[in-house]
């Protein structure tokens, strides 16, 4: 419960360690995003929300995912490396969800600690299993208790449009509006963090250069696997303002908050299993052409390429298991790639 209100403030002070008035930065960011917790860092940054909102919101939420947390026994691990694929039919199959898509070769299960141990015994072929030191299953269904208090909380914070492209954890897309991304960051206490699209629609948006506020290091491991050119740097100690400011200096240029990556994903909109129906790829779709479907014991609801457009690639295999927000297709508007 302690340490997420320190991070969020140490990436705070560290954005502020580079830009003292922090409306100096909407010349000079051209994205923001966070990972998890992160998430409230980057909505502060972006001016979403203000950074006390940001403190109001994590202190809650560190106690209510705590308290959720004890409810039942659960946990996170680590898989690094093995076949995408397998990787993610490994950890359905032993019921735990994939609380983690983190890209270059990193997916994070989380669960039944029984469950858990079984995969660390047996191992995807090629991965490793790693188990986390933290105190539940973050970013699954274990977390709902925690999700409820949180979205009461969230109705009564005052939200403002991001000034700079702002990126959801969610599905990786650019969210404009204010409310939205409130909502968002609340509910991703209870859905998957795919940072793994947020790295790619950091490409999508020609990103030249990162750098990692305080605490400082995990994610550009990551970056630097999965967007290789894109300089980088870690912002650890004081020591490194100076060559973070000359990174902005070199890289730095205004953000046009008009700018959308140029594809689309529909998302499942609760756990069930994914149909596809609309199955060629590269064909142009018309707007409101139904792709797929998603169904369970209680319901199932059709899957619709509302703007129309051409059909990249699949995110779940026809017969998946999927979870609420899980990402399945990414397409492309008019034709675009």
Request: net charge neutral; glycine share 10%.
């Amino acid at each position: 419960a302690n340490a997420q209100p320190l991070i969020v403030a140490a990436g705070l002070v560290g954005a502020l360690s580079l830009f003292p008035h922090p409306s100096d930065a909407f010349n000079k960011v051209g994205v923001t995003a966070g990972h998890s917790v992160g998430e409230l860092t980057a909505a502060a940054g972006a001016r979403a929300i203000t950074a006390e909102s940001a403190m109001v919101i994590v202190r809650e939420r560190g106690k209510e995912m705590a308290k959720a947390s004890a409810l039942t026994p659960t946990g996170m691990s680590a898989i690094l490396g093995g076949e995408r694929t397998a990787v993610l039919s490994a950890i359905s199959a032993l019921g735990l969800t994939a609380a983690n898509d983190n890209g270059a070769g990193q997916i994070v299960a989380a669960g039944d600690l029984k469950a858990l141990a079984k995969l660390g015994d047996n191992p995807p072929d090629g991965a490793r299993v790693r188990a986390l030191s933290v105190a539940g299953a973050f970013h699954t269904s274990y977390m709902q208790p925690a999700l409820d208090r949180l979205t009461m909380l969230s109705r009564s914070v005052t939200v403002r449009d991001p000034r700079t492209k702002l990126l959801s954890n969610k599905d990786g897309a650019v969210v404009h509006h204010g409310r939205e991304v409130l909502d968002r960051i609340v509910g991703q206490i209870s859905n998957p963090v795919r940072w793994d699209l947020c790295m790619e629609t950091m490409v999508d948006l020609g990103v030249t250069a990162v750098i990692e506020v305080p605490p400082a290091g995990t994610l550009i491991g990551l970056i630097k696997r999965a967007m290789p050119g894109v300089e980088t740097l870690a912002l650890k100690t004081p020591e490194d303002i100076p060559a973070a400011m000359d990174l902005i200096a070199r890289h730095g240029k205004p953000s046009s908050i008009d700018d959308q990556p140029t594809w689309r994903l529909v998302i499942a909109p609760f756990s069930g299993t994914f149909k596809i129906i609309e199955n060629e790829l590269g064909g142009n779709l018309k707007p409101g052409t139904v792709v797929g479907h998603v169904e369970n014991r209680r319901e199932k609801v059709d899957l619709i390429a509302e703007h129309g457009g051409t059909i990249i690639e699949f995110l779940a295999e026809d017969g998946d298991p999927v979870s609420p927000g899980q990402p399945l297709v990414r397409l492309h508007p008019n034709g675009q790639r």
